[in-house]
């Protein structure tokens, strides 16, 4: 049997991943409050991918993990407003559901594993001539 690795070692990982710049082209994530002892609240941000209605925009998000993190998905939602499949039109809240890399959430999935469904899928050719909002609106 495998050890499960404990939320806190888990996202310290990911923190420290996240902070140095490890992580995915085009998605960055770090702690919102470096005071936050229980890591939950985290900002990320997605640069549009090029070739698309997204391409010269940063997007920024704002993901929530709960205390049964990585056991269970955290929250994601938008704070600059998007217009994606997928993303409430009325609080920028991801549906996870809808990335086909993440759906299926497991614990070895991470909030960089989101970040890059996300901007998979804002690339996708159903997506990514989609009319956006003006750059700079939010939730």
């Known amino acids: 049997m495998v050890a499960k690795v ?18 995915a082209d085009g998605c960055s994530y770090g702690l919102q409050d470096g005071d936050d002892v229980m890591m939950s609240n985290w900002n990320a941000t997605i640069l549009g991918p090029p070739h698309s209605t997204h391409e010269n925009r940063i997007y920024s998000l704002k993901i929530h993990c709960g205390d049964s993190y990585p056991d269970e998905p955290p929250v994601v939602h938008f704070i600059s407003k998007i217009n994606l ?8 809240k991801v549906d996870l559901l809808k990335l ?7 614990r070895d999935n991470t909030m960089e594993k989101i970040l890059v469904a996300l901007r998979e899928h804002m690339a996708s050719p159903n997506n990514r001539k989609v009319h956006q909002p003006p750059e700079g609106t939010t939730f």
């Open 100 to 106: 086909g890399r993440v759906s299926q959430w497991n």
């Open 6 to 23: 404990p939320r806190n070692f888990r996202l310290l990982e990911e923190l420290e991943k996240g902070e140095k710049g490890l992580g």
């Open 85 to 92: 499949p997928g993303v409430d039109p009325n609080n920028g």
